[in-house]
């Protein structure tokens, strides 16, 4: 007998499976990230003057635990991955690497100066070995204080390319991402069971959900940012994924973001789950009634009746036959495909699975 699962719509963790970047690759982006917004502060507040040596030390490096490699974030007490080192200056680079299913790893490298100019880095900063899917340490010798001011400004150009480059990489988990969001709000408002999955279509149709794709991914209305990228900001620069399985976390981000997204298209509140849910539950299909018994069963909520209202609004629009998706989107009502999940990649680390992101509020901001 198989050992595969069939799902109404695919499962966040089957999507991260099958088209979630490769850890490595996120960790090499986001640690040019965090290089650029470093570089930026080095050059204004202490722009070198003379020649010497740069380190551009990663932010993120992948940990073996249990036969996994799992990506972790890498603390500088100094403050910055970005390190000059004057000619004949010796300079200590001390860092730690917290996880919550590991002691701390702190340790240090040394920028030593070499005899014949430039610097040796002496001293091994843990996954940045090619065997280990890392990338080795930039260490780069500047002959004047000019040239190390034109190679910081490189750095910081190279930041800011990696943050569109992650963006890109991560279009594919986001357009499946709100595909099955969309599946999952259309399957939870009808009420749909396993044995109806066969009916399980999207809640909003493709134009749509390539609208809420590019909101997610890009500045749209002249915004300077989208959900994503301050997401990825916001993991590469602050403690956002200290101790935390980043990818993971980054796409239960992605996941609620796309469903708040396909929701709001739909003109379905926040908490239109929760008053159908007690709608079914109790049997109640006037406003009012069921406003009542919302406000006895979460009483410290704030809930109007327009909320209770624009809630059955929704259901009872997908309810009005079996064809409505199709008839408003102009989508097929052929039966879904049947969806299997794959094992998990050799490579990946598939712990620390359900972190809790006050997300939306954050990134929203």
Known sequence: MSTATTLIHPSRDHLMRRHFPLSAKINAALSRITNGADAEKLLATKAPDAGGTILQAPSFVQIEFRGSLSPNRILYPSGSTVVFAADDEQVTVDFEIPNTLLPTMSDRVVLDPAGVGGHDLVGHIPGTAPEQYGTPVPV???????????QLRKIIEDGKHARFELANMLRPYTEHAVDASARSVYSEIVDLSENDARFCIPAVGASDQERIVSELLYATDGKSDSVILRMIDRAACTDWAVGKHVSRRMAQAIWGAAE?????????P????????????????????????????????????????????????????????????????????????????????????????????????
């Open 140 to 150: 780069t010798e500047v002959m004047s204080g000019a040239a190390a001011r034109i």
């Open 260 to 268: 708040t997204h396909v929701r709001r298209s739909i003109g379905d």
């Open 270 to 365: 926040h908490v239109g789950r929760q008053v159908r849910a007690l709608a079914r539950e109790h049997g109640i299909s006037d406003p009012n009634e069921l406003l009542a018994v919302f406000r006895e069963k979460y009483p410290t909520k704030i809930m109007g009746a327009p909320r209770i209202r624009a809630s059955l609004e929704v259901r009872d629009l997908f309810a009005r036959s079996s064809t409505v998706s199709a008839i408003d989107t102009g989508l097929s009502l052929a039966p879904a495909p049947v969806v299997t999940a794959p094992a998990a990649r050799p490579t990946e680390s598939v712990y620390d699975e359900d972190v809790q992101i006050p997300m939306l509020a954050e990134m929203a901001a």
